[in-house]
């Protein structure tokens, strides 16, 4: 299994492993026009969990839900379980902690902060959640993959901004432009596939551990992309160690403002 300190895992791959720790909430023998699987996923949609209906041939058992990961079931509970979470939760709210112990069976193992996405619209309003929190902070590290250069000169004012109120910027995009000045910011100008196509904002917490966040995304196909949001620390560690493994040496093209 991989583990965060595998020092080959490397963006994309990153984005993989959450993707196959995604979990998996299937519901036996429902009625077909009953909306408790909808219900569900917007109650589960900040979490990496995936709702299917499943019918057997027999019809049993009835009303059961499974939730399993890759490798092994992790809880099996009555539909009608679910029913009163539901009821107790509003859905959509994402508040895991209020009915905690009624139904710790299937709730301690669906307490992930971690989704994926292959809504654009919804990673660009993380990464923008993601830069300002770094704003409030106002102290730590934020990592900003571009893609290109040219990108960070669109965003050069937002990076800028974040590096006077003294959050330290590191900006990567392939040099298809000139590198813009982020005052005290630095632009890593690097020519690389793992960077020509993923697109991250990773946020070091600014030394508090509940603050940390990272987002991953590579590019499939043009403009479309499938990403992770990320609260774990350990994983957030994870990506700065690497970025500024593969990417923190005099030598990668670093630049920075006058």
């Known amino acids: ?11 994309r791959d990153s984005i993989e492993y959450i993707r196959d720790h995604e979990k998996e909430l299937r519901l036996f023998n ?17 979490q990496n969990v ?8 027999s019809g049993k058992p009835e009303e059961l839900a499974v939730l399993s990961n890759a490798t092994e079931v992790l809880a099996v509970v009555d539909v ?20 905690d112990r009624e139904y710790e069976s299937v709730l301690r193992h669906l307490k ?7 809504d654009t619209e919804q990673l660009l309003y993380a990464s923008r959640e993601i830069e300002d929190r770094a704003r409030r902070v106002g102290q730590g590290s934020i990592h900003t993959g571009f893609q290109r250069c040219s990108v960070i000169v669109e965003q050069r004012s937002i990076y800028a901004d974040l590096a006077r109120r003294g959050v330290s910027v590191r900006a990567y995009g392939v040099p ?29 917490g600014g030394g508090n551990n509940t603050q940390k966040t990272a987002l991953l995304a590579h590019e499939r196909d043009k403009d479309a992309f499938h990403g992770v949001l990320t609260y774990d620390p350990g994983f ?17 093209g670093v630049l920075s403002g006058p």
């Open 80 to 99: 009608s379980t679910l029913r009163e979470l539901l009821e107790d939760v509003s859905t959509g709210t994402g508040d895991l902690g209020i009915a």
């Open 30 to 46: 429902v009625d077909p026009a009953d909306t408790i699987h909808e219900e569900l996923g917007a109650f589960f949609n900040t």
């Open 1 to 11: 299994m991989v583990s965060y300190s595998d020092a080959s895992m490397g963006l």
């Open 112 to 118: 992930e902060t971690t989704f994926t996405s292959c």
């Open 50 to 57: 995936r709702i299917t209906v499943n019918r057997t041939a």
């Open 236 to 252: 957030v560690d994870h990506i700065l160690e690497y970025l500024n493994r593969s990417y923190g040496s005099p030598s990668d």
């Open 176 to 204: 298809d432009a000139t590198p813009p000045d982020l005052g005290s910011g630095h632009v890593h100008a690097v020519s690389t596939d793992e960077v020509a196509e993923t697109w991250f904002v990773v946020f070091d």
